[in-house]
């Protein structure tokens, strides 16, 4: 555990989604995967949605989503 983590508690972050980048609304050690819930280490987060605002554990979950809402052809 960081020094980072230790000071706020291990808490998940509240994030706003942007392109190529997020902003930090509320200080956590990671955010929660939309798909799988899996818990995201904020320095490993890659991949999200700005239109749905929700974060994603990695590229499949990420299309998986894209599917299940209709922004992207089976």
């Known amino acids: 555990m960081s020094q980072y983590e230790r000071d706020i508690g291990g808490q998940a972050a509240v994030l706003e989604y942007l392109d190529g980048e997020f902003r930090v609304v509320r200080a956590g050690a990671y955010v929660i995967c939309a798909v799988t819930g899996a818990q995201i280490p ?31 052809p089976r």
Do not use: N
């Open 42 to 72: 904020l320095e490993a987060l890659r991949y999200w949605s700005v239109d749905l605002q929700e974060p994603y554990a990695g590229p499949g979950a990420s299309l998986k989503r894209m599917e299940e809402k209709g922004l992207v």
